[in-house]
């Protein structure tokens, strides 16, 4: 859906390194959401944020930060990059009533 | 922590035959969603049922929630090769913090 856009879309980076992905949404939702995607894992909660104020761990935060600039921008970092984080990244949206998700494209990112 | 289970993981079809994913909670859900992501492409939101015992279709797709409201299925009639994807349910986190937790997938492979 256009109206979430991820940057970049796919990424090479080595471990050790800090890298941040960006999520940008037009569709005016409060609700914001980065999942990771791996074969046979289905999508998995890193962090949620339901404004600007609040924050929240998902299952899987460990060795993920992020930052909620404004309503419309939701990034994610990874503080030192680790091979097992090698994964397909998705940003998300959700209308503050009723649970519809609507994803960006995702960032295919490899920690070599 | 809430756990959506699917299965099969991966089913090999030939055209035209048809196909079942099967979602099971291990909490009651108050509603569940259906999501088809294409090859290479983004989750997409199919259909939400809310009711317990609730059927409803999309051309050659059937959606059932179970009676108990800890199930679901999605039934395709006579597979084409555009039905080609992973199939993802997903349901309101039983926290009561209005996320969603997605399913594990089912990969589609249509053989023409």
């Known amino acids: 859906d256009a109206d979430v856009t991820q940057t970049p879309r796919n990424r090479i980076t080595k471990t050790g390194k800090r890298i941040m992905l960006e999520c940008s949404q037009t569709k005016g939702h409060d609700r914001m959401y980065w999942y990771r995607q791996d074969p046979g894992l289905g999508l998995r909660l890193i962090y949620y944020s339901f404004d600007v104020k609040d924050i929240n761990k998902g299952e899987i935060s460990d060795g993920y930060s992020v930052s909620r600039q404004a309503q419309a921008k939701f990034s994610l970092s990874l503080e030192s990059a680790i091979p097992n984080q090698t994964a397909l990244y998705f940003c998300?949206?959700?209308?503050?009533?009723?649970?519809?998700?609507?994803f960006g494209q995702g960032t295919r990112l490899t920690v070599v | 922590g809430q756990q959506v289970m699917q299965i099969p993981q991966y089913q090999h079809v030939q055209e035209g035959e048809d196909f079942t994913t099967y979602c099971n909670s291990s909490t009651t859900l108050s509603n569940i969603q259906w999501y088809k992501q294409r090859p290479g492409g983004h989750p997409v939101f199919l259909i939400q049922l809310v009711k317990s015992g609730e059927v409803k279709k999309q051309k050659r797709l059937t959606f059932q929630f179970g009676e108990a409201k800890k199930n679901s299925s999605l039934h395709i009639t006579a597979t084409q090769t555009t039905d080609v994807g992973t199939y993802f349910c997903?349901?309101?986190?039983?926290?009561?913090?209005?996320?969603?937790?997605f399913g594990t997938g089912t990969k589609l492979q249509v053989i023409p």
């Open positions: 997903a349901g309101p986190h039983s926290g009561g913090y209005q996320k969603v937790t």
């Open positions: 998300a949206t959700s209308p503050d009533r009723g649970f519809q998700v609507f």
